[in-house]
């Protein structure tokens, strides 16, 4: 035997639901404000190498994208390529000079000058210095020797802006 | 005659909801691509100006007879080791307040940075006018396996310490720059 159709079932009626989307704006109308704080024009200065922690710096200077060095605690990189080993360059004790680093600047010093004779491009002596915190001074000694024999004299050490309390 | 009832009764007044979407269309482009232009990490640097190569920088001609007067020397050199910090010149050691070891022994096993601040805010004052050549001058010098964190920290405190106003000769303008302007690398080389 048939059921009877249910009669409580049929005369219920059917709301159309609406989507809220108020409380969703409100988030998305926060997001974009912060978005908006932190937005940054320059685009990345760098490529930061694996497990590489920049040392932290009160001193606020905006940095401009030039030619970089990285340093990290296994490698050093030259326009992001590997050119020389840290055990290697801790071990060089009669030299403050890192030879592979030296020969990069050096070509690097002449495509500049050659930039500058004919085209009048300035040849600023600059370079980016991005190193790892935990490196010893006596690598980071090594590549600042190198850099002004090879011409490059002005020296931007690069760090993470830090507030005096997390530093000190 | 009578009048005929106002119609305003039976008009419904129905409820407009704002159409939402177009916003949401806005929004869904502009997040991401705001995401990928912001910088949540905020990048700086210290600045290191080393000595060009290239002979001394002396503007006197061949043809000048009189020699040039030679102004005095300071060389102030900050020196970072495992037992602190130790701020020297030409000719003294500035000793620490119990008298030997480093100027600004360790703390509680970290550095004295208020204490390194304290000390070159004093040497900058006392060397001010006193018409040494290279007063702007400090050389940072550590042991080898000193971490570059704590370099940086002390090049940190040198730039900030002090100021010095200069005049811009083309807008007249005042600016102030960090007292010690140049800083450099050294190495302890013990005999």
């Known amino acids: 035997m048939a059921f009877k159709p249910s009669a409580v079932k049929k005369r219920k009626n059917k709301e159309e639901g609406t989507l809220n989307m108020n409380s969703m704006m409100d988030i998305l109308t926060i997001m974009l404000l912060f978005l908006l704080m932190n937005f940054s024009t320059s685009g990345a200065l760098s490529t930061k190498a694996d497990g590489m922690t920049p040392p932290k710096i009160i001193t606020k200077n905006k940095p401009k994208k030039m030619l970089v060095i990285n340093v990290s605690t296994a490698h050093i990189f030259f326009k992001k390529e590997e050119i020389a080993d840290i055990d290697q360059v801790v071990a060089q004790k009669k030299s403050f000079i890192i030879q592979a680093l030296a020969e990069k600047l050096e070509e690097e010093k002449n495509r500049s000058e050659d930039l500058e004779s004919k085209f009048g491009i300035e040849f600023k002596r600059e370079v980016i210095v991005v190193a790892d915190g935990r490196i010893p001074f006596d690598v980071m000694l090594k590549v600042v020797v190198t850099c002004g024999r090879n011409g490059f004299s002005n020296l931007k050490m690069l760090g993470n802006l830090a507030n005096k309390q997390d530093v000190m | 005659m009578a009048f005929k009832p106002s119609e305003r009764r039976s008009i419904k007044i129905e409820s407009t909801e704002l159409d939402l979407r177009p916003i949401m269309n806005m929004m869904c482009i502009l997040i991401p691509l705001l995401l990928s232009c912001s910088q949540f990490v905020k990048s700086t640097y210290i600045e ?113 310490c002090a100021t010095k106003k200069f005049t811009d000769e083309a807008t007249k303008a005042s600016i102030l720059q960090p007292w010690f302007g140049q800083i450099g690398f050294g190495k302890i080389i013990l005999n």
């Open chain 2, 48 to 160: 290191l100006n080393l000595p060009t190569s290239g002979g001394s920088s002396s503007s006197q001609s061949p043809d000048d007879k009189e020699p040039p007067k030679e102004k005095p020397k300071i060389g102030l050199k900050l020196v970072v080791t495992e037992k602190g910090f130790t701020i020297a010149g030409n000719s003294i050691v500035l000793s620490g307040a119990e008298g030997g070891g480093p100027t600004l022994p360790k703390i509680n096993g970290k550095y004295d940075f208020d204490g390194l601040d304290k000390k070159l805010k004093d040497i900058v004052k006392t060397i001010t006018g006193k018409g040494f050549e290279d007063e702007r001058t400090l050389i940072l010098t550590a042991e080898d396996a000193i971490e570059y964190q704590s370099i940086a920290s002390a090049m940190d405190i040198i730039t900030a």
